[in-house]
C-alpha cells in the first residue's frame, strides 16, 4: 500500500466506532491520509458504523490493516484506561495528528457511571497527552480534544462563547472540564500543539439509539411503519444547538491545519427544543402532534388518529438538568472559515429515512 501523500494522521479515540469517529475516519481517508483507531475489545462484533471502510468486517486481529479506496484503515485493540497499550501503540505508529474522540458520552448515565466516566473522559485525555510526552513526540503530534457544550451547564452567558465561564452539572460534564485543563496545561506546560473543539450537540443516523434524537427518530420511523405505538422521553423543553455530525469533523481537521493551537467553539447558533424535534420528526411522516396535560402528565397526541404516541417518564430526568445551549461560532468562522451545511430541518429528516429504511430490513434493528 502506498504512503500518505500528506501526513500520516491517527484517528485516536477508544470510541472510533462511535458516531464521530467514523465520519471523521471517512473525512482524512478521503484526504490520503493513514487512519489508525482504537477498538476495545467486546464478545461481539461493534464495529458497525465503520464496516464500510474495510474489505472484512469478520477479521478484528490486533493491528489488522483495512484496505479502503483510498489510503490504509488500522485498528487496535487498546482502551484509555490503559496507559501502557496507549504508550505502545503510539511509539509504534508514530502519528502527526491525534484526534482524542473517546469517551463515555452519555450525560444520563455518568450520573450512574461518575467513577468510570471520570476515568475513561478526564483521566483518559491525561493518560493520552502523558503518552505522546513518554514516546516523546511533543515537538510532532498535533492533538485534538473533543471537548463539549455541557462545559458550560448551568449557562453565565447566552449565547456560549470561547470566554463563557463553565458551570458543568453533570459527572460528564465535570470529568470533560478536568479534560479541557489538562489540555491546556500541556500546551502551555510543553509547547504542544493541542487544542480543544468544544462541539455543541450534532447528531446523525450514526447516533447511538439510547441519546434522545436517535431514540425520537427510531421511535417514530417505527410508529410509522405499524411497529410501534407510543415511546416516553424526558425533558421535553430541554433546548439545544444541533448541527450535523459530519459538518462537525471538517471543523476538527481544520483546527488542527492552524499555525497556533486555540481552542473553538463548534456550533450552528440555532436553538431547538426536544419538544420541537419531536414535532418535526413525526411531521415529516405526515403526523401532527398535539400536545396534551403538564409536567409528567403531559401526552403528546396524533392529530389525525388521536393516538397518542408520546408520554413523558420522570426516569429520563437528569438529578440537574440543563435547559439551555447555545453556541457563538464566530470565533470558526472568522479564523477557520467553517460553517455549518446541514440545517436543522434536513437534519431531522435525514435521520427519520435513514431509520424507516432501517425499520423496513430489521424491525428489531
Given at each position: 500500500?502506498?504512503q500518505?501523500s500528506?501526513?500520516?494522521?491517527l484517528n485516536?479515540?477508544?470510541?472510533?466506532?462511535?458516531q464521530?469517529?467514523?465520519?471523521?475516519?471517512?473525512?482524512?481517508l478521503?484526504?490520503?491520509y493513514?487512519?489508525h483507531?482504537?477498538?476495545?475489545?467486546?464478545?461481539?462484533?461493534?464495529?458497525?458504523?465503520i464496516e464500510?471502510?474495510y474489505?472484512?468486517?469478520?477479521?478484528?486481529?490486533?493491528?489488522?490493516?483495512?484496505l479502503?479506496e483510498s489510503?490504509?484503515?488500522?485498528?487496535?485493540?487498546?482502551?484509555?484506561?490503559?496507559s501502557t497499550c496507549?504508550v505502545k501503540?503510539i511509539?509504534q505508529?508514530?502519528p502527526?495528528e491525534?484526534?482524542?474522540?473517546?469517551a463515555?458520552?452519555?450525560?444520563k448515565?455518568?450520573?450512574d457511571?461518575?467513577?468510570?466516566?471520570?476515568?475513561v473522559d478526564?483521566v483518559?485525555?491525561?493518560?493520552?497527552l502523558d503518552a505522546i510526552?513518554?514516546?516523546?513526540?511533543?515537538?510532532?503530534?498535533?492533538f485534538?480534544?473533543?471537548s463539549?457544550s455541557?462545559?458550560?451547564g448551568?449557562?453565565?452567558e447566552i449565547?456560549?462563547?470561547e470566554?463563557?465561564?463553565?458551570?458543568?452539572?453533570?459527572p460528564?460534564?465535570?470529568?470533560k472540564?478536568?479534560?479541557?485543563?489538562?489540555?491546556?496545561?500541556?500546551r502551555e506546560?510543553?509547547?504542544?500543539?493541542?487544542?480543544?473543539g468544544?462541539l455543541f450537540?450534532?447528531?446523525?443516523?450514526?447516533?447511538?439509539a439510547?441519546f434522545?434524537?436517535?431514540?425520537?427518530?427510531r421511535?417514530?420511523?417505527?410508529?410509522?411503519?405499524?411497529?410501534?405505538?407510543?415511546?416516553s422521553?424526558?425533558?421535553?423543553?430541554s433546548k439545544?444547538?444541533?448541527?450535523?455530525?459530519n459538518?462537525?469533523?471538517?471543523?476538527m481537521w481544520?483546527?488542527l491545519?492552524?499555525?497556533?493551537?486555540?481552542?473553538f467553539i463548534?456550533a450552528t447558533?440555532?436553538?431547538h427544543?426536544?419538544?420541537?424535534?419531536?414535532?418535526?420528526a413525526f411531521r415529516h411522516?405526515?403526523?401532527t402532534?398535539?400536545?396534551?396535560g403538564?409536567?409528567e402528565?403531559?401526552?403528546?397526541?396524533c392529530?389525525?388518529t388521536?393516538?397518542?404516541h408520546?408520554k413523558?417518564?420522570p426516569?429520563?430526568f437528569?438529578?440537574t438538568?440543563?435547559?439551555?445551549?447555545?453556541?457563538?461560532?464566530t470565533?470558526?468562522?472568522?479564523?477557520?472559515?467553517?460553517?455549518?451545511?446541514?440545517?436543522f430541518?434536513?437534519l431531522?429528516k435525514?435521520?427519520?429515512?435513514?431509520?424507516?429504511e432501517l425499520?423496513?430490513k430489521?424491525?428489531?434493528?
Amino acid at each position: 500500500v502506498p504512503q500518505c501523500s500528506r501526513t500520516c494522521g491517527l484517528n485516536w479515540c477508544c470510541l472510533v466506532l462511535f458516531q464521530d469517529g467514523s465520519y471523521l475516519a471517512e473525512f482524512l481517508l478521503a484526504k490520503g491520509y493513514e487512519v489508525h483507531g482504537i477498538l476495545r475489545r467486546s464478545s461481539s462484533f461493534n464495529t458497525g458504523r465503520i464496516e464500510h471502510l474495510y474489505q472484512n468486517p469478520q477479521t478484528h486481529t490486533e493491528g489488522s490493516k483495512f484496505l479502503s479506496e483510498s489510503a490504509d484503515y488500522t485498528l487496535h485493540y487498546g482502551d484509555l484506561t490503559d496507559s501502557t497499550c496507549l504508550v505502545k501503540i503510539i511509539n509504534q505508529v508514530k502519528p502527526t495528528e491525534i484526534y482524542n474522540l473517546g469517551a463515555q458520552s452519555h450525560v444520563k448515565i455518568s450520573f450512574d457511571l461518575a467513577e468510570y466516566t471520570a476515568n475513561v473522559d478526564g483521566v483518559g485525555t491525561l493518560r493520552l497527552l502523558d503518552a505522546i510526552k513518554t514516546c516523546g513526540l511533543t515537538n510532532s503530534v498535533k492533538f485534538y480534544q473533543a471537548s463539549t457544550s455541557e462545559l458550560y451547564g448551568k449557562v453565565q452567558e447566552i449565547p456560549q462563547k470561547e470566554t463563557t465561564p463553565f458551570y458543568p452539572r453533570s459527572p460528564y460534564g465535570a470529568a470533560k472540564l478536568y479534560a479541557y485543563w489538562i489540555v491546556v496545561n500541556f500546551r502551555e506546560a510543553y509547547n504542544m500543539f493541542a487544542v480543544n473543539g468544544i462541539l455543541f450537540n450534532h447528531e446523525s443516523p450514526r447516533r447511538g439509539a439510547n441519546f434522545v434524537t436517535r431514540k425520537i427518530s427510531r421511535s417514530v420511523a417505527k410508529i410509522h411503519l405499524g411497529q410501534l405505538e407510543c415511546f416516553s422521553l424526558g425533558n421535553l423543553d430541554s433546548k439545544r444547538d444541533w448541527g450535523h455530525a459530519n459538518d462537525y469533523v471538517e471543523a476538527m481537521w481544520l483546527m488542527l491545519q492552524q499555525e497556533e493551537p486555540e481552542d473553538f467553539i463548534i456550533a450552528t447558533g440555532e436553538v431547538h427544543s426536544v419538544r420541537e424535534f419531536v414535532e418535526r420528526a413525526f411531521r415529516h411522516v405526515g403526523k401532527t402532534i398535539v400536545w396534551e396535560g403538564k409536567d409528567e402528565k403531559e401526552v403528546g397526541r396524533c392529530q389525525e388518529t388521536g393516538v397518542v404516541h408520546v408520554k413523558v417518564d420522570p426516569k429520563y430526568f437528569r438529578p440537574t438538568e440543563v435547559d439551555y445551549l447555545q453556541g457563538d461560532s464566530t470565533k470558526a468562522y472568522q479564523k477557520l472559515g467553517w460553517k455549518p451545511k446541514v440545517t436543522f430541518e434536513d437534519l431531522v429528516k435525514e435521520m427519520v429515512d435513514a431509520d424507516i429504511e432501517l425499520m423496513e430490513k430489521n424491525p428489531n434493528a
